[in-house]
T-cell receptor, first 114, second 112 residues
Framework: AQKITQTQPGMFVQEKEAVTLDCTYD???????LFWYKQPSSGEMIFLIY??????QNATEGRYSLNFQKARKSANLVISASQLGDSAMYFC???????????FGAGTTVTVRA | NAGVTQTPKFRVLKTGQSMTLLCAQD?????MYWYRQDPGMGLRLIHY???????AKGEVPDGYNVSRLKKQNFLLGLESAAPSQTSVYFC???????????FGQGTRLTVV
């Protein structure tokens, strides 16, 4: 079964607007961590933000915030004030329990328009 | 800071040839991983290691072998390359469960 689902293969957003990237996950373990990575066209994987299952508050890092809805098993990434440099592929990933493996979704391509 | 370094960055192999991809990290991380990335499929875990001398199978281990003889190095081997192994390979390392994985720049492998 797919552990991480990203249903939006591609999105367009206007510069300076906010964009939300969807991520739903599947786990029966009460302890897990959720990660978002950015992959620009140059190919490297850049860590953006982390949310632990026991964290009381939604994670934020600069213009990135995570809308964590535990009951719905969703961890959507919100990018505020989009910039042209935000154009990239974005991956949601999860680590469960004490398992060090990181499972990735298929990714969402974001294109920021001027 | 070097972080995670993969060599080579590009390689073309003929079907049946063998090769080894090298991953080196200088962050003293215990945990290291090899992933492959194919269009529309995200990153899939091939093998991983939770410490020097240990390895374990991931999601798609067939056709690959790994070794972790030194803590800083994690080698991925293809004994007899097949066109289905054409992919971009990423190595990663992490310090703990609650911290991010750091990735190398990737190796683009083409098997013809």
């Amino acid at each position: 079964a797919q552990k991480i689902t990203q249903t939006q293969p591609g999105m367009f957003v206007q510069e300076k607007e906010a964009v939300t990237l969807d991520c739903t996950y599947d786990t029966s373990d009460p302890s897990y961590g959720l990660f978002w990575y950015k992959q620009p066209s140059s190919g490297e994987m850049i860590f953006l933000i982390y949310q632990g299952s026991y964290d009381q508050q939604n994670a934020t890092e600069g213009r990135y915030s995570l809308n964590f809805q535990k009951a719905r098993k969703s961890a959507n990434l919100v990018i505020s004030a989009s910039q042209l440099g935000d154009s990239a592929m974005y991956f949601c990933a999860m680590r469960e329990g004490d398992d060090y493996k990181l499972s990735f979704g298929a990714g969402t391509t974001v294109t920021v328009r001027a | 800071n070097a972080g995670v370094t993969q060599t080579p960055k590009f390689r073309v192999l003929k079907t049946g040839q063998s090769m080894t991809l090298l991953c080196a990290q200088d962050m003293n991380h215990e945990y290291m991983y090899w992933y492959r990335q194919d269009p529309g499929m995200g990153l899939r875990l091939i093998h991983y290691s939770v410490g020097e001398g240990t390895t374990a199978k991931g999601e798609v281990p067939d056709g690959y072998n790994v070794s972790r003889l030194k803590k800083q190095n994690f080698l991925l081997g293809l004994e007899s390359a097949a066109p289905s192994q054409t992919s971009v390979y990423f190595c990663a390392s992490s310090f703990s469960l609650n911290t991010e994985a750091f990735f190398g720049q990737g190796t683009r492998l083409t098997v013809v």
